[in-house]
């Protein structure tokens, strides 16, 4: 499993200020608008709604924010805000760090080789999104995305579903924008449920 080059041990790791933006935007323009406050005073982050962060942010107030989410409008909902947060953030990355150039080339290139390449570029910028966490991907009959330490379920072990809904959001917008328009990307596993790593599996429309 690939580490967080990024981090020094004994620190606390830092992840990219869309994973608390991104969920706010989704809260304002949902149908739980109205709790906004409550979430973000819950994970001790009610500062950032009047000064949203500029900098990469303490990977633990991204957790404390998706645990507040499940707390205040419960599962599903959050889960809901989770793959909106997810998408906004796909979005942000095309129009603002993916050059187009790059984004052009990825678009004409046959399938195999346009998912090799987002795969090695993901993976070199996983300290951006995974902090501390474990990141590594895998080829295959079946693309794997694995994080080992996701920072959205961090504390649960016995849910009954997957909750990491805001990577694999973020993750199929992106292959659907630059690789295939049909593609899904779903977590099989999530350390939530018992298992040893979140796991996100590349799959084709229909499958």
Sequence with gaps: MDTNTQHTPGEPARIGPNAILRVAEALRAGPDAGAIQDVFERAGLAGYLTTPPTQMVDEREVTALHQALRAVIGVRQARQIGVVAGQLTGDYLLANRIPRPAQWVLKILPRQYALRILLKAIE?????????????????PRTRFILEGSRVCLGVTESPTALCDFYAATFERLLRKLVDTEVRVIEVQCQSMGHSACVFEVRSDGQ
Excluded at 124 to 140: C, D, K, L, Y
């Design 124 to 140: 070199r910028n996983a300290w951006t999104f995974a902090g501390s966490a474990g990141f590594s991907t895998q080829e295959g």
